[in-house]
């Protein structure tokens, strides 16, 4: 059992990326939701256009020390406006918003692509499902801040990207962070994790996930339970806006409801009918783009393009 328990912490927090041709799995497939394939096609086509802009390249450092990669985006309109797009879990910057990062460009903002540790250019052995990730993208909005004072910053998390948005809501963020935007993010890291256990590796989840996560503080020093999507929700001080499929069978859509019970400020859910695993935008695109953008320049009303 060890040796099933090492090699399931390795899938889930070491550094691993998706195949862009290989074959879908059936089992992927249903776990994803409706049209998976379908969703990839999108994804990737998409991704060429979004990588054929210019763009400049970026790099800081975590607080631990390692590189982290980023893709900045300037808006030709000279916009104040710039969304950060954190992407979910063994990913990277241009697959995880190859369309809406176009859209965010089409309606006048900057954008900055990150790569999150272990995943895409990023140094790093091991993701830490947004323990560590929630301060390195705080890292990237104070390089913005310094770089522009005068702008205004949307962050904008899918999957673990958005957990992690969720969970820097208890952070000092700057001012100008004025807006946050969760996609399909879990609420609880342990419960998605036995969730991700039950439904992936077809093993109940108390029989491994105490060496599981025995293995991660191993590798890390951290545990799961250090920080809460939820409790950091509770804290928020900015609008935030949640999102989910209603067909997720990876991350549920229960999870949103949760977080936007929780959140104290102005807020909004919406939920993508027909949608599963990060493709409320692909399923949904005409409504998903009306509210996103609606409860933007609702909160931005003011502020400089």
């Known amino acids: 059992m060890c040796m099933i328990s090492h090699a399931v912490a390795v899938k889930i927090f070491g550094r691993h990326v998706h195949s862009d041709h290989g074959e879908i799995s059936p089992s992927l497939d249903r776990l994803m939701g409706p049209d998976f394939s379908g969703y990839l096609k999108h994804r990737d086509a998409h991704r060429k256009i979004l990588e054929s802009l210019k763009f400049e390249h970026l790099s800081i450092q975590a607080e631990d020390g390692i590189k982290l990669a980023g893709y900045y985006y ?35 903002y900057n954008i900055l692509l990150v790569d999150n540790r272990a995943c895409g250019n990023s140094e790093g052995k091991w993701c830490t499902f947004g323990i560590l990730e929630r301060s390195d993208t705080l890292k990237w909005v104070e390089y913005l801040v310094q770089r522009d004072p005068d702008c205004s910053i949307v962050l904008h998390g899918t999957s673990l ?136 320049n609702q909160t931005l009303k003011g502020e400089q393009l």
């Open 74 to 108: 300037a808006n030709p309109l000279n916009s104040k406006r710039t969304a950060v797009l954190v992407h979910g879990h063994s990913s990277n910057g241009f697959e995880g918003y190859a369309a809406v990062g176009l859209k965010y460009i089409d309606h006048g």
């Open 161 to 296: 990207g958005g957990a992690c948005v969720c969970m820097m809501m208890d952070l000092n963020l700057p001012s100008q962070v004025k807006a946050a935007v969760s996609d399909c993010a879990f609420s609880n890291i342990r419960k998605q994790l036995e969730y991700m256990i039950r439904v992936t590796a077809h093993i109940p989840p108390g029989l491994i996930l105490p060496e599981v996560l025995a293995w991660f503080h191993h590798w890390t020093d951290l545990s799961v339970d250090s920080c809460s999507p939820l409790e950091s929700v509770r804290q928020s001080r900015i609008p935030m806006m949640f999102i989910h499929g209603t067909l997720d069978h990876y991350v549920p859509m229960e999870n949103a409801k949760v977080l936007y019970e929780a959140c104290p400020t102005r807020k909004q859910l919406l939920l993508i009918e027909g949608a599963g695993h990060a493709a409320s935008h692909y399923i949904g695109k005409e409504t998903y783009e009306l509210e996103l953008l609606q409860f933007l």
